[in-house]
């Protein structure tokens, strides 16, 4: 049996053992990306790569490949919305996915193809040649962290956008971005810091410790945890106390897994220090319904 070891940072390290390989069958490899309640979203394949909807209620699968498409891959999923890229003639081009129908999504202006990350409402977040953007009804906002070198936003909750960014000196930051505010995520002692998904208060993402060994995290706006599976892990989502994603195992293939996070009673959170302001972004978008 495999187990996956989430380490608490600070206080030492548990096994955990609430948590299940993600597979779909027949699949050369399924690359969970984005999770909404029981619905679990990804990449199998390839190539080409498809898209796959997987209800963990009921345990069905769903394929799903954009109309005249030669690569699709779903990204993000909110309720029946689902996001990704889709390629025709080597250009990528985002989509939104209502259930029934198909919308191209190509930000004005952009070069290197659009990639639709995630869906939250009306609101969607992905990037652009090195661009972030945020996707609402047919008005594009252009997303460029302070100081930035190239932005990428990833995850979407509300009015609450997460990603990462690049600096001209170098290293990636994380970042939380609500309505022109942006504020840095960086895990503690890392080289680099990457958020890929938010729902609440809840961050998750992929880091490198000083060793240049790379980990998810978990953040709930006063402890960061660290989350390690048995290969490197490549992406992570979160939908309440559900995390999904994938890593790379021993023999270079992908494996998706979906991790229930433990009640606090069970699980203590070690506290490394508050992020101002979060609190009080949360309480506006309380505020704005």
Same mark, same amino acid.
């Given at each position: 049996m495999v187990w996956l070891v989430v380490m608490v940072v600070g206080v030492g390290s548990v096994v955990a053992d609430n948590?299940?390989?993600? %597979?779909?069958?027949?699949?050369?490899?399924?690359?969970?990306?984005?999770i909404d309640?029981?619905?679990i979203?990804?990449?199998?394949?390839?190539?080409?790569?498809h898209c796959f909807v997987y209800n963990g209620g009921n345990g069905s699968w769903m394929t799903l490949d954009m109309p005249g498409a030669t690569d699709t891959q779903a990204l993000g999923i909110d309720g029946n919305s689902i996001v990704g890229v889709y390629d025709i003639n080597g250009t990528a081009h985002g989509f939104f996915y209502d259930g029934v129908s198909w919308t191209?999504?190509?930000?004005?202006?952009g070069w290197g193809g659009t990639q639709a /990350?995630?869906?939250?409402?009306?609101?969607?977040?992905?990037y652009n040649g090195g /661009?972030?953007?945020l996707y609402n009804s047919?008005?594009?906002t252009t997303l460029d962290a302070p100081g930035g070198n190239f932005t990428m936003a990833y995850g979407i909750s509300g009015n609450n956008v997460v990603g990462f960014y690049n600096t001209?000196?170098?290293? %990636?930051?994380?970042?939380?971005?609500?309505?022109?505010?942006?504020?840095?995520?960086?895990?503690?002692?890392s080289i680099w810091t990457q958020a890929r998904g938010i729902d609440g208060n809840n961050i998750v993402g992929i880091y490198n410790d000083s060793g240049n060994v790379r980990h998810g995290f978990l953040y709930n706006g006063t402890g960061w945890t660290t989350i390690d599976m048995p290969g490197s892990i490549q992406e992570l989502n979160i939908s309440g106390n559900k995390i999904a994603g994938y890593y790379a195992n021993d023999g270079g293939g992908l494996q998706s897994f979906l991790y229930t996070v433990p009640e606090p009673s069970t699980f203590a959170l070690f506290s490394l220090g508050m992020i101002a302001g979060f609190a009080l972004i949360h309480r506006k978008k309380q505020a704005k319904g």
């Open positions: 948590w299940s390989f993600v %597979e779909m069958p027949g699949a050369g490899f399924t690359a969970a990306t984005g309640g029981n619905n979203v990804g990449i199998w394949g390839g190539p080409p790569n191209t999504l190509d930000m004005p202006g /990350h995630d869906v939250s409402g009306n609101n969607i977040v992905g /661009h972030g953007f047919g008005n594009w001209f000196t170098g290293g %990636e930051h994380g970042f939380l971005y609500n309505n022109g505010s942006w504020i840095t995520l960086d895990m503690p002692g």
